[in-house]
Nanobody
Framework: QVQLVESGGGLVQAGGSLRLSCAAS????????MGWFRQVPGKERDFVAA???????YYADSVKGRFTISRDNPKNLGYLEMNSLKPEDTAVYYC????????????????WGQGTQVTVSS
């Protein structure tokens, strides 16, 4: 199994940028598909982006063109580069991993980090 720890969240003004990191430990990160989700209180956890172990990339329409997912398998790290941030991007962001998954379905990811808060002020 793999353990995930997110970092890099914080407070940023609208139009700004943040880079989230996801540090994996345990089994090799290269064996997993990786995803990023976000959640605001009282709402479901929403898909943001995913990257398969083979390098296929998927984005939610709401972040396409602004967010970039990437991974560094030798370092067991995943990233979410977030640019042109909007107040509606405010949420807790979670890194997730799975050996098999349905890209946008949070229930199909087996492993989750604890989340990191991103707050975008207007």
């Amino acid at each position: 199994q793999v353990q995930l720890v997110e970092s890099g969240g914080g407070l940023v003004q609208a139009g700004g940028s943040l880079r989230l990191s996801c540090a994996a430990s345990g089994r090799s990160f290269a064996d997993y598909h990786m995803g990023w989700f976000r959640q605001v209180p009282g709402k479901e956890r929403d898909f943001v982006a995913a990257m398969t172990w083979s390098g296929n990339i998927y984005y939610a329409d709401s972040v396409k063109g602004r967010f970039t997912i990437s991974r560094d398998n030798p370092k067991n790290l995943g990233y979410l580069e977030m640019n042109s941030l909007k107040p509606e991007d405010t949420a807790v962001y979670y890194c997730a991993a799975a050996t098999s998954f349905i890209v946008r379905a949070s229930a199909s990811y087996r492993y989750w980090g604890q989340g990191t808060q991103v707050t975008v002020s207007s």
